[in-house]
């Protein structure tokens, strides 16, 4: 699925704020917080909507099998060229619709 979002026309932009460890507001606040609250162990996966250019996948265990989900096409291509698990999956989709 493509489609022509506002995300596709600043994904480098975003890109570069973000960059591989995320934003400060992504280092410090939001991805201990949200790693603490997941408690991912053995066994687990996760799931991302609206994954962006996959921060939160480069901060978990690289042995969680972690799929991505966000509607830029852009965003994804950057979160899968980052990402260095070859577990982790990254799909173009639409989270507000039925996931195909």
């Not at 934003?23 to 609206?50: K, W």
């Not at 966000?70 to 070859?86: F, G, K, M, T, Y």
């Not at 799909?91 to 996931?99: A, W």
């Amino acid at each position: 699925m493509t489609k022509d979002t506002s995300w596709n026309k600043v994904s480098k932009w975003y890109g570069k704020s973000v960059g591989d460890k995320g934003s400060f507001y992504h280092q410090n606040i939001v991805l201990p917080r949200s790693i603490e609250l997941l408690n991912l162990q053995t066994g687990s996966s996760l799931i991302d909507l609206a994954c962006g250019q996959g921060v939160l996948a480069r901060q978990i265990p690289k042995n969680i099998p972690y799929l991505g989900i966000d509607l830029s096409n852009e965003l994804v291509i950057e979160a899968r060229r980052r990402d260095q698990s070859p577990i982790h999956e990254y799909i173009v989709d639409d989270v507000t619709k039925p996931i195909d």
